[in-house]
């Protein structure tokens, strides 16, 4: 079997790949999730269908770069797979739970009339609700630490329930309601459109504040982070990063205000890039935070050469075909889902 370990840092790249996976979840499926989180309070019913268009040949094939991060995540660090599982076994049931319930909402609801047409449009959006905020929850337990005893999770089944969990759950779903705004500004027009601006703008107030108290909050939560964050000279070296997320949220707030279309979702998605970037520097090098680094929770190196191998192959023919059908579906969201 090949073993590129010699000539390659395998954790690395790996940890890297995961990243960038998680990364692309957060963004393609944040603002399909934005749209569920919004939907039944759109203006009018064809809003609300012309909303369910835009992210119609999207939403299924966003979920995809969620298997790989889980996936990537038991084949290539299978230790902090086995400590992390155990920790958040419910919030990721409750999740996924919320993820399948919205399908399911999202096909019966085109084939439905009358009162379940209704029910289904709100199942659609406590699904979404009900996935992003668990999700939240998730970054929240994960960035605050769990417990590890020996090689194995060694805390309660609740450990991930507290404060600073729930608030950045509530925090996800204002940042997830700011992308789907953007995005349904980008695909719509007329009614929704304008409908869409002021929700954004609504969205905007509250991801700066929630924002705000997550970068209040986080150093506090471990020395380490503190010391990261705080003392030169990393300090000088990380200012960038909070002032270039004001930089964008002010630029987000002029390009809404002056109802332009295709930027407020670019700077969206750059907002969230800051967010991410931020939250890389805190953990690294951690992938179980605070305790075990990329490198001690790697698989063997023959195990993950094999794998880099067929990331190698298929990574890129994923992204095209996701790219392709941004593609082909990019304009006013038009012609209705059958």
């Known amino acids: 079997m090949l073993d590129f370990s010699p000539l390659l ?3 690395l790249i790996s940890g890297g790949v995961i990243a960038a996976a998680i990364f692309l979840y957060v963004l393609l499926d944040g603002f399909d999730l934005g749209v569920g989180i919004l939907f039944p309070f759109a203006p009018s ?16 094939g ?9 996936g990537g995540l038991f084949a290539t660090f299978p230790l902090a797979y086995a400590i992390l599982l155990p920790a958040f076994y419910i919030p990721i049931i409750l999740m996924l739970l919320g993820l399948i319930f919205r399908g399911v909402a999202f096909e019966f609801r085109f084939k439905s009339k009358g009162k379940m047409h209704t029910l289904w449009d709100y199942s ?16 929240g337990a994960f960035v605050e630490g769990v417990a590890v005893k020996g090689r194995a999770f060694g805390g309660g089944s609740f450990d991930w329930l507290n404060a600073f969990s729930l608030m950045t759950g509530i925090a996800l779903i204002f940042g997830y309601a700011l992308l789907g705004s953007t995005w349904t ?5 007329a009614k929704t459109q304008e409908w869409a601006r002021k929700s954004a703008l609504y969205s905007l107030l509250y991801v700066a504040l929630f924002m705000g108290l997550v970068c209040l909050w986080v150093p506090f939560l471990n020395d380490k982070l503190f010391v ?14 909070p002032l270039l997320t004001v930089v964008t949220f002010i630029s987000l707030y002029k390009s809404l205000a002056k109802k332009q279309e295709a930027q407020p979702f670019i700077l969206a998605i750059l907002l969230f890039s800051l967010g991410y970037l931020g939250l890389m520097v805190s953990l690294w090098p951690w992938i179980v935070p605070y305790q075990i680094s990329l490198w001690q929770a790697a698989a ?4 993950l050469s094999l794998i880099l191998i067929g990331v190698f192959f298929l990574l890129p023919i994923t992204l095209g075909y996701t790219a392709y059908s941004y593609y082909v ?3 006013k969201s038009g012609h209705h889902y059958e």
């Open 45 to 60: 019913e064809d809003c609300r269908n012309k909303m369910m268009n835009s992210i119609a040949p999207f939403w299924d």
């Open 185 to 189: 500004i980008l695909k719509t027009d």
């Open 329 to 331: 579906f990019r304009g």
């Open 300 to 303: 063997n190196p023959k195990s």
């Open 124 to 139: 659609f959006h406590f699904g979404s609700l009900a996935a992003a905020f668990f999700q939240g929850v998730l970054l």
């Open 9 to 11: 840092d395998l954790p």
């Open 62 to 70: 966003n979920e995809t770069w969620l298997v790989l991060g889980g």
């Open 228 to 241: 990261r964050w705080f003392t030169f000279p990393n300090l000088a070296y990380l200012c960038p990063i």
